[in-house]
């Protein structure tokens, strides 16, 4: 609702409006940003402490660094999003260390859950944000933010001024649509 014609008035309501942006995990340029995957990878050290306490997250609970890594990069910073996936990855996983093959099938399970929610003409706006990394204020758009088709990133920059960027899940950049649509902006 941050979003629609109405964010005055919420504004009147509810005084100041908190949007939840995502835990940047990658910055604008596609680099890493250390600090956003510390934290995700925290949240997992801290989720998984509840079981298995005594057990290193990178090497006991998942077979490498990488494969930690892609987890963290592949939930582009949305808890619940990263949550999931360790679900689906964990029940895929007979005994530890969680698999890299173990979380591509959690991945890939995820990604075919968002392939249905893009109608075939949102290609195109999701790969012109993949581009332009910003949104158009439109229906369209607030749709795919609010399927998480497309994930909100904020920061403060050196001015204090409060920075905004969007992105494509990265979970929807692998899909072949959203590949075709991309090139054909390029």
């Known amino acids: 609702m941050a979003y629609s014609n109405r964010a005055i008035d919420l504004r009147d309501i509810y005084d100041d409006m908190q949007v939840l942006p995502m835990i940047m995990v990658q910055q604008k340029s596609g680099d890493i940003y250390q600090p956003g995957m510390d934290k995700v990878t925290e949240i997992i050290e801290k989720r998984v402490r509840q079981c298995v306490p005594n057990r290193a997250v990178d090497g006991e609970i998942f077979d490498s ?14 808890v619940r999003n990263l949550l999931l996936l360790i679900q689906d990855a964990i029940s895929r996983t007979e005994t530890l260390p969680i698999s890299a093959k173990a979380v591509q099938r959690a991945i890939t399970e995820a990604r075919d859950t968002y392939r249905p929610t893009v109608e075939n003409y949102q290609w195109e706006i999701l790969a012109l944000v993949a581009k332009t990394k910003r949104i158009r204020n439109e ?20 001015e204090g001024e409060i920075q905004c960027w ?7 950049k692998e899909i072949q649509e959203f590949k075709e649509a991309l090139a054909q902006i390029k």
């Not at 969007?166 to 929807?172: G, M, S």
Request: aromatic share 12%; hydrophobic share 35%; proline share 2%.
């Open 166 to 172: 969007f992105d494509v899940n990265p979970l929807i």
């Open 65 to 78: 660094k990488a494969t930690l890594e892609r987890l963290c990069l592949m939930s582009g910073g949305h």
């Open 139 to 158: 229906d369209d758009c607030r749709n795919l933010l609010f399927n998480r088709c497309l994930l909100e990133y904020r920061y403060f920059d050196d």
